[in-house]
């Protein structure tokens, strides 16, 4: 059997990225708005800077204005929510995103459910989650909204698909598997204490693995042709003799990739995007701000 189609992550976000970028020039030029993302990043976490840092950097790119605001790991959540307040009243801002993980001291919940959440551009406020599942116009969570765009653009109508979630967050899992049931999809949440993980997935035409576990999910658990989408981002070391670390995902790709039909690579796949989606939760969120159609 031929290998699986690459799904082309950067290719398709590239693309999204030009078409967000055309509407922010017309929105300024005919309305005189120019759409405004905050990002608000407490403390040093590594990879979270590496995050906040492309985030500016693609908003920037888009034509919409970028405010970081870096606080020290030590800020005190009165302090953080005295910010967002601050941020939910400023008419500049049409989009607030607060970088997780947040340290301890902080109750992360109590900090998203301050968000107003017309300006919740995560997708996390329970507002949004609500609509998600009740339907209405809701802010959607962008690595399950950047997964659902990629699998609609290889397979077309998911309608009576089997689809399979693996993990359950709050980020990725759960508003998945929302998603995949608006679109007709039938739908399993598989997570730790699921029994017989394999012969769960095997039934899956879509398999969307988000677990945060390197190379977890197997090639020969895959039903032949099947679409996976691999959500994970783990760096683990190189095999030896060689020295340094790699990017892999939550599925065994150079096993999957000789039985799937279609595979997101990692990295290159979800990845990109995720911010491309949040620019798009941005533009959404200014035009509704705005009342604009
Ligand atoms: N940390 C890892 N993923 C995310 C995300 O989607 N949003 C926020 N705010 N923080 C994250």
Redesign the pocket.
């Known amino acids: 059997m031929t290998d699986a189609t690459l799904i082309d992550g950067n290719a398709f976000s590239a693309g999204l990225r030009d078409r967000i970028r055309a509407q922010v020039h017309t929105l300024r030029e005919t309305r005189r708005i120019t759409p405004g993302l905050a990002v608000v990043l407490v403390g040093e976490d590594p990879a979270?800077q590496v995050?906040v840092r492309s985030k500016h950097k693609r908003t920037v790119e888009t034509g919409m204005e970028s405010f970081v605001h870096t606080l020290p790991a030590d800020t005190p959540e009165d302090e953080l929510l005295t910010l967002i307040a601050g941020l939910n009243r400023d008419p500049q801002v049409h989009g607030i995103?607060?970088?997780?993980?947040l340290p301890r001291h902080i109750d992360a919940q109590k900090v998203i459910e301050a968000i107003d959440p017309a300006k919740d551009v995560?997708g996390?406020h329970p507002v949004n989650v609500g609509r998600l599942a009740a339907g209405g116009e809701a802010l959607v969570?962008?690595?399950p909204y950047g997964s659902l765009l990629l699998l609609k653009d290889r397979l077309g109508d998911l309608s009576g698909l089997e689809a399979v979630v693996i993990g359950r967050s709050n980020?990725v899992g759960k508003p998945m598997a929302q998603l995949l049931l608006q679109e007709n999809c039938t739908v399993t949440i598989a997570h730790s204490r699921t029994r017989d993980l394999p012969a769960v997935v095997r039934r899956a035409d879509i398999v969307v693995a988000a677990v945060g576990k390197p190379e977890m999910v197997r090639g020969d658990w895959l039903k032949p042709g099947c679409t996976v989408i691999d959500v994970g981002i783990n760096r683990v070391a190189k095999p030896a003799p060689e020295e340094g670390t790699r990017l892999v995902g939550d599925v065994a790709f150079a096993e999957a990739v000789t039985v799937a039909g279609a595979i997101t690579p990692v990295p290159g796949g979800v990845g990109p995007m995720?911010i491309a989606c949040l620019l798009r939760n941005t533009l959404v969120a200014c035009a509704r701000q705005n009342r604009l159609p």
Do not use: E, G, R
Not at 97 to 101: K, M, T
């Open positions: 979270s995050y995103l607060v970088q997780l993980p995560d996390f969570p962008c690595t980020i995720t």
